[in-house]
């Protein structure tokens, strides 16, 4: 099959309606394999899952130069996304930057890394405290006059700070987290994204693995496994949470599907501003998440799947307290 597309925002950026997460490709989920990631990479544009999200924190700098190098003579099938705003000293995040002329350092430094004179979609990576955001959408809106940027997104921000943001350069895109394992948008971020004709992109739309239901406890994975730190990997909170996510597998089988499948249709049937962009390095996982976008979910199904994954019956926080601390809500 090939996706289909969507639109995200009002300023007319058009996407495919999954996406491909590549930081995995570089970090957090075990050992890389580039010649796997190549070919994964390859094979989404085959599909027509050309929305591509990478940022210059992944390896840091690696994925964006994998990227860079994989998609070489194909720029024009391809969408990309990155991202700024994170000070980075000896390989490793000491804080927030984004001033604006750390934004403009970072966009050149990203272009070379994908070799490309202009970036699609270009995030803020998390709200930087000690920057007006007035001077960060400013600061976007200058290189999207000058050329280099085409659309200008968020992650993780607040609601507060996506209107100050749209009021000065129009944002595109919010990409945050949100799934069947993650529903805090809803009460006030996606109404507001609704409001003013901003599209969500939803990271971890898997739970970083947990709703493929393909899981182990936080300890069996390795030291460098993003997961074996994951809170609701955790003890009792892993076990919750299998209970939990037994609606998707149930799901899933009805529909001879797989559970990722369900919590990616979810996604998708929650409305059509909504593009997910599940992480994968490997050609078998991007093979069955495009595929999710062929599932029907009817009404019955979102209700049992909305019920028993409410905010209340997930066990634990999504995040440690540090990584929590970086999220504007």
């Not at 997961?227 to 609606?247: F, I, L």
């Not at 994954?309 to 634990?316: F, H, M, N, V």
Request: aromatic residues 6%; charged residues 25%; contains cysteine.
């Amino acid at each position: 099959m090939t996706l289909s597309s969507r639109v995200l925002g009002s300023q007319g950026l058009k996407v495919s309606a999954i996406g491909l997460g590549a930081m995995g490709m570089s970090q957090s989920y075990g050992p890389a394999d580039e010649a796997e990631s190549i070919a994964t990479l390859h094979r989404a544009l085959e599909l027509g899952c050309t929305f591509i999200d990478t940022a210059e924190v992944y390896g840091p700098f690696t994925n964006e130069d994998l990227l860079g190098r994989a998609l070489a003579g194909k720029r024009d099938q391809v969408t990309i996304a990155t991202k700024f705003g994170f000070k980075i000293v000896d390989g490793k995040i000491s804080g927030t930057d984004s001033r604006p002329a750390h934004i403009r350092e970072v966009v050149e430094a990203s272009l070379k890394r994908l070799r490309t004179d202009h970036i699609d979609l270009l995030y803020q990576h998390r709200v930087d405290r000690d920057v007006p955001m007035e001077d960060v959408a400013g600061a976007v809106g200058e290189l999207v006059a000058a050329g280099k940027v085409r659309f200008f997104g968020l992650s993780e921000a607040g609601v507060a700070n996506i209107r100050r943001a749209h009021a000065v350069h129009p944002v595109s895109a919010l990409q945050s987290e949100y799934s069947l394992w993650e529903r805090n948008l809803e009460q006030d971020v996606i109404p507001a994204l609704e409001e003013l004709g901003i599209g969500l992109v939803p990271f971890s739309p898997l739970g970083r693995g947990f709703l493929t239901g393909a899981v182990k406890r936080a300890e069996a994975y390795p030291e460098d496994d993003f997961r074996r730190n994951d809170p609701r990997y955790q003890g009792e909170n892993y076990d919750a949470n299998v209970a939990a996510a037994q609606v998707v597998r149930d799901i899933a089988t009805s529909l001879n599907a797989k559970p990722g499948q369900i919590a990616l249709a979810w996604l998708l049937h929650k409305g059509p501003n909504i593009v997910p962009i599940p992480g994968t390095k490997r050609r078998i996982y991007l093979e069955e998440n495009v595929a999710a976008a062929a599932i029907s979910l009817n009404d019955a199904q979102m209700q049992a799947l909305d019920a028993a994954l409410a905010p209340d019956k997930i066990a634990g926080p999504r995040y440690t307290a540090t990584m929590m601390a970086m999220v504007d809500r």
